[in-house]
T-cell receptor, first 113, second 114 residues
Framework: DAGVIQSPRHEVTEMGQEVTLRCKPI?????LFWYRQTMMRGLELLIY????????DSGMPEDRFSAKMPNASFSTLKIQPSEPRDSAVYFC???????????FGSGTRLTVV | AQSVTQLGSHVSVSEGALVLLRCNYS??????LFWYVQYPNQGLQLLLK??????LVKGINGFEAEFKKSETSFHLTKPSAHMSDAAEYFC????????????FGKGTRLSVIA
C-alpha cells in the first residue's frame, strides 16, 4: 500500500496565480479530508468528503478556495487567486468506514511570494 | 463543540527519562481520542487511539495513553525516552467516530537531550 499520495511536495508561486494541489487517497477509504497547517493556527480542517461527496466545507477560508473529488481515487484543492497568507502546509488524509483514525499524506508546502 | 488543549508547546527530556505529554479535551459526547506524531517534513502518523473499552491504550514505539473521563484527560506517556522520539505530537478528538473530522490540539514539540 503506497499510502496517501500528495503532489507536488513543494510549490512556490507568485501572488495572483492559480495553485492546484492533488491527492490520491488509499484505495477503499471512503472519507477524504483536507487540512492546512500553519505555525499560528495549527491544523485546520478545510473540507471533507464522504464517498466523493463534499460533506462540510465550512473551513474553507474564502471563495478563492475550492475542492473537488471527481472519483474515489483523486481529489484536488485549488486556490485562485493565491495570496501570501495562503502559504502553509496542506495535508490530505483518508479514512475507511468504521476504522477510526486517519492516514495522512506527506503534505504540500505552499509558498506564495 | 469539541476541543483539545495540549499543555506545553515544548517539552524537553533527557534520554532515558519519562515522557509525559498532556492533553485535555472538551466534548459534549463520549469522545474518540487520538495521538499523532509528526516528524520534520512529514505527515502525521497515528500513535494510538481510544474509542471504547479499556482506558489504558498502548500504541507504537512504546507509547501509551490513559483515558480519564473524570479529568477529561488523555495524557501520553513513555517510560524511557529515545533520541528518535524527538518530534511534534498532536492530540485529537473526534466527535462521534473516527470518521468524523478530527479536531487537533496545537501540538507539543518533544526534544530529547543526550
Amino acid at each position: 500500500d503506497a499510502g496517501v499520495i500528495q503532489s507536488p511536495r513543494h510549490e512556490v508561486t507568485e501572488m495572483g496565480q492559480e495553485v492546484t494541489l492533488r491527492c490520491k487517497p488509499i484505495s477503499g477509504h471512503d472519507y477524504l479530508f483536507w487540512y492546512r497547517q500553519t505555525m499560528m493556527r495549527g491544523l485546520e480542517l478545510l473540507i471533507y468528503f464522504n464517498n466523493n461527496v463534499p460533506i462540510d466545507d465550512s473551513g474553507m477560508p474564502e471563495d478563492r478556495f475550492s475542492a473537488k473529488m471527481p472519483n474515489a481515487s483523486f481529489s484536488t484543492l485549488k486556490i485562485q487567486p493565491s495570496e501570501p497568507r495562503d502559504s502553509a502546509v496542506y495535508f490530505c488524509a483518508s479514512s475507511p468506514q468504521g476504522a477510526g483514525g486517519y492516514t495522512f499524506g506527506s503534505g504540500t508546502r505552499l509558498t506564495v511570494v | 463543540a469539541q476541543s483539545v488543549t495540549q499543555l506545553g508547546s515544548h517539552v524537553s527530556v533527557s534520554e532515558g527519562a519519562l515522557v509525559l505529554l498532556r492533553c485535555n479535551y472538551s466534548s459534549s459526547v463520549p469522545p474518540y481520542l487520538f495521538w499523532y506524531v509528526q516528524y520534520p517534513n512529514q505527515g502525521l502518523q497515528l500513535l494510538l487511539k481510544y474509542t471504547t473499552g479499556a482506558t489504558l491504550v498502548k500504541g507504537i514505539n512504546g507509547f501509551e495513553a490513559e483515558f480519564k473521563k473524570s479529568e477529561t484527560s488523555f495524557h501520553l506517556t513513555k517510560p524511557s525516552a529515545h533520541m528518535s522520539d524527538a518530534a511534534e505530537y498532536f492530540c485529537a478528538v473526534s466527535r462521534l467516530s473516527g470518521n468524523t473530522p478530527l479536531v487537533f490540539g496545537k501540538g507539543t514539540r518533544l526534544s530529547v537531550i543526550a
